[in-house]
Structure formats: structure tokens, C-alpha cells
């Protein structure tokens, strides 16, 4: 029984569209990254990976990757560790993912996969410094076809922001200048952009943030601002039981790109935290560390960071399936096997 990063793909599917808010505002040369993480689960952690890992893309009936990762990163998983939603790594990228109904990945080619639409994400955080380098590596790496059907806003220290996405089997970049405002949700970029143009009034969660991005002016305090824009296009209250269960705003995070650190508040824990990067361990010889996303306390969260054990990553897992209606019925031993995976994963020596 395979579970792993397909059911994950799967579980994705089942999602109301309507999910998940980012954009990024310019303060002079600082770049100021915001995103929403809009699901019905709210468990979560916050996790510090290791450079110099060699880690293997887990793609069922596909070949997959196997590379070493470059850079260490700091990220958010809900589902598992090696599966983040967005993180940041240390050269300053950032990626952060939104569903888009209609995406088409590419058909299997010589290239090997890089499988769901999260492995994506941990793959370009360990491997690439710059947008660039991100829409580079689709000359050597896919998502393979029956992934999740996502689009990504990207966004480096040099200041490029781009929108990938992939229709009709190929990648599509909008970016730094034909990327006219930068905001993204959960239609096209091309599509939501038309339907701003046409009203700019609309309310549309696109809509009123391309508003506050242009809005914004230096001078203004652009972590504030971040968040209030993210208030500003949150989604509302969780739904009682037995009504199915909402999509609310569970997550906020605002990347200070420049300045490489990240802060993050919650709905059940709304005090901000912040963690900078700098003076992070990345080593691989030391172990992954961690956080639950949901800190009571605001503040620097760097000295609350704990190894981040199999049984920790086990229990994230057991908890997150367990609320997820197409994965609560999993053996414990495939949870088990699950949790197992990424402990696998070895130390290159030149990132000892």
C-alpha cells in the first residue's frame, strides 16, 4: 500500500478551490513577501532543513529524483516533513503554493520527476538561489502528470517575483516586468489580472490585494502592512459540526526577504513570531529541528527550536490524516512507513 506523497496529491484534489492568498510589496530595494494557508486542518510545523541532505523525490510509477540539497531553508509542512506548503531558503528565495484548477503537467519525457506539487517545493529550496534557477530547472526536472493541480508565486533577494504555472503540459512564467501586480489566489494569473483590469473595485480576494500592493507606499512598515493585507483576505470562521468543514485562514506567514526572516502568526495563536535565518544550523550533520506552528507566545522563536524526531514527524502525521476524511482510515503501520521516509535520507559528506 503506497500512500505517501500521491495520497497527499489526492487529498489535495479533494479541496475547494477556493484556497490560499500571497503577494509581495516593494519597499525600495526590500522585498516583502505575504502568504495565507487556507485549509480546514490547522496543525503544523515549522521546520529548519539541512543543507547537504541527499533526499529522493517519492514519485509511484515514475522515475524519480534523487539530489543533494544546496541550500538549507526553513519551512512550513502540514502533511509530513520533505511536503512544505511555501518556505524560504537561505540564498532568499521563496516559494509558496496555491491550487489552480485546470493545470497540466507535463507528460512523463527524459526528464525525472520531482513528484506532487509540495515535493516541488522542498526540491527548489534546496536547489536553487533564484527565480532564475527555478525556471531553469525545468529543463531537467518535471512534476509529474497526476500531480496536484497547483501554481506558485516566486520570489528572490535580487528582487524578481514571477508566477509559474503549467498548462497545456508546459511551464508558463509571468515575471518582473510583464508581472503587473503581484498577487496571486486560485485562478490563473493571466485570468485574474484580465479580471482586475476590468474592475478594480471587485472584491475578489486577487483584487483587494493587488489593491493594498499598489497602495502601499515606503515609508509605511511593509511587515505590518503585510499582515493587515493578509486580514484583509483571510477566509472566515470554521464551520460547527456536522457541516462540512471550512476553509478558513489557518496559517500567516510574511517573508522579510532582505532581511532573511520569516514572521508567522496563526488563528488559534495570533501573537507574531519571527524567526531569522541567520544563525540557523544547517548542517547536515546536525539534526532537523523544529516547532509547532502554533506558539502561544510571540517573539523570537529561534532558542524553542527542538530536534524534530521520527516520532515528532509521526505524530504530525497521525494527527493531520487523522482529520482528513480520504486518510483517516490508514493503517497505523503505513503512517508509520510514512513518517519512516524521511529519515532515510543520508548526509552528503561535502555538507557534513
Not at 45 to 73: C, E, F, Q
Not at 122 to 150: C, F, N
Not at 249 to 256: A, G, N, P, R
Not at 311 to 334: C, F, G, H, V, Y
Amino acid at each position: 500500500m503506497k500512500i505517501g506523497v500521491s495520497c497527499l496529491a489526492a487529498l489535495l484534489l479533494a479541496a475547494d478551490a477556493s484556497a490560499c492568498t500571497t503577494f509581495c510589496i516593494r519597499d525600495g530595494s526590500r522585498l516583502v513577501f505575504g502568504q495565507n494557508y487556507d485549509w480546514y486542518v490547522a496543525e503544523g510545523a515549522v521546520l529548519v532543513n539541512k543543507r547537504g541532505a541527499i533526499r529522493m523525490a517519492y514519485a509511484p510509477g515514475d522515475r524519480a529524483l534523487t539530489w543533494t540539497s544546496r541550500h538549507g531553508s526553513v519551512t512550513f509542512n502540514q502533511y509530513g516533513r520533505n511536503q512544505p506548503t511555501g518556505g524560504m531558503n537561505e540564498a532568499g528565495l521563496v516559494v509558496a503554493l496555491m491550487w489552480v484548477n485546470g493545470t497540466a503537467f507535463p507528460a512523463p519525457d527524459a526528464r525525472p520527476a520531482v513528484g506532487g506539487g509540495t515535493g516541488w517545493v522542498q526540491y527548489q529550496l534546496d536547489s536553487a538561489a533564484s527565480v532564475a534557477e527555478v525556471v531553469a530547472s525545468d529543463a531537467h526536472v518535471r512534476i509529474p502528470r497526476s500531480g496536484t493541480p497547483l501554481h506558485y508565486l516566486v520570489a528572490d533577494r535580487g528582487g524578481e517575483v514571477a508566477v509559474i504555472e503549467f498548462r497545456e503540459g508546459r511551464m508558463v512564467v509571468n515575471a518582473d516586468g510583464p508581472l503587473a501586480v503581484a498577487a496571486l489566489e486560485n485562478d490563473f494569473y493571466a485570468d485574474s489580472l484580465a479580471a482586475y483590469r476590468k474592475s478594480p473595485s471587485a472584491q475578489s480576494r486577487f483584487a483587494r490585494a493587488a489593491a493594498r500592493v499598489s497602495a502601499y507606499r515606503p515609508g509605511m512598515d511593509p511587515i505590518q502592512y503585510a499582515f493587515d493585507t493578509l486580514e484583509d483576505v483571510a477566509q472566515g470562521s470554521q464551520a460547527i459540526a456536522p457541516a462540512p468543514p471550512a476553509h478558513v485562514t489557518q496559517w500567516s506567514i510574511v517573508y522579510d526577504i532582505d532581511r532573511l526572516q520569516v514572521h508567522f502568526r496563526t488563528r488559534a495563536r495570533p501573537a507574531t513570531k519571527t524567526l531569522a535565518l541567520a544563525g540557523l544550523e544547517f548542517s547536515c550533520a546536525s539534526p532537523v529541528t523544529g516547532i509547532d506552528v502554533h506558539q502561544a507566545d510571540g517573539g523570537d522563536v529561534a532558542p524553542r527550536l527542538r530536534p524534530f524526531t521520527r516520532a515528532d514527524n509521526l505524530a504530525l502525521i497521525r494527527a493531520t490524516w487523522a482529520q482528513t476524511a480520504m486518510l483517516k482510515s490508514t493503517p497505523q503501520a503505513e503512517l508509520e512507513r510514512v513518517a519512516s521516509l524521511a529519515d532515510k535520507l543520508a548526509c552528503h559528506a561535502a555538507g557534513r
